[in-house]
């Protein structure tokens, strides 16, 4: 059975860091897609950041030039390194393994297998 | 970005009654070529991470009790819990993931009457 377990997440003052980890077991996770999904206090999800398989990154407006996704091939971790970090970025973060899809050339993903969160609040 | 939209945002049903929850989607998430609805649906009960329930907008993936049913094509989609049970309590979402960046409904939160 394919689980993920995330770690690293806090309470951090607006302005800090925090490095967000996520460790697989059943699978490896550059032989995947591996996303970030976030969901604050009492709302919906928002998509964060995914890596693919072939280690190309993207990120949603909202934290882009602030995170940074990132994996470790010989630990098999996936990372999530957040910095600037702002109240609105409170929220519980979820890692997530893409089922992907190849549409004109373009790989697209849903995600089917999640871990329990790691919850990160930032405040003063 | 595709904006999806759920109704309703809460939702009371009996047990044994039919819970029917709709996603729209702000432009079609059809692809004409291999005619495919790059539509999920989750559930998230409390305290828990999102569970994949269905994918391509019908498929429902292993271990889902045959009472989710999911329809719809184009920009309008439906989640159906035939036979409402007590353990189906949750907020479900549906995902697009025809574009980029994937984005998720807002949410209906499914309770007993």
């Not at chain 1, 373009?106 to 329990?116: A, E, P, Q, S, T």
């Not at chain 2, 189906?88 to 697009?96: E, I, L, N």
Request: glycine residues 10%; proline residues 5%.
């Amino acid at each position: 059975e394919v689980q993920l377990v995330e770690s690293g997440g806090g309470l951090v003052q607006p302005g800090g860091s925090l490095e967000l980890s996520c460790v697989p077991s059943g699978l490896t996770v550059t032989s995947n897609y591996m996303s970030w999904v976030r969901q604050a206090p009492g709302r919906g999800l928002e998509w964060v950041s995914v890596i693919s398989s072939g280690g190309t990154t993207y990120y949603a407006d909202s934290v882009k030039g602030r995170f940074t996704i990132s994996r470790d091939k010989p630990e098999n971790t996936l990372y999530l390194q957040m910095n600037s970090l702002r109240a609105e970025d409170t929220a519980v973060y979820y890692c997530a393994r893409g089922q992907t899809v190849i549409r004109d050339l373009y790989y697209f993903y849903y995600l089917d297998v999640w871990g329990k969160g790691t919850t990160v609040t930032v405040s003063s | 970005d595709i904006v999806m939209t759920q109704s309703p945002d809460s939702l009371a049903v009996s047990l044994g009654e039919r819970a029917t929850i709709s996603c729209k989607s702000s432009q079609s998430v059809l692809y004409n070529s291999n005619n495919k609805n790059y539509l999920a649906w989750y559930q998230q009960k409390p305290g828990q991470p999102p569970r994949l329930l269905i994918n391509w907008a019908s498929t429902r993936e292993s271990g889902v009790p045959d009472r989710f049913s999911g329809s719809g094509s184009g920009t309008d989609f439906t989640l159906t819990i035939s036979s409402l049970q007590a353990e189906d309590v949750a907020v479900y979402f549906c995902h697009q993931y025809y574009d980029t960046p994937p984005t998720f409904g807002q949410g209906t939160k499914l309770e007993i009457k």
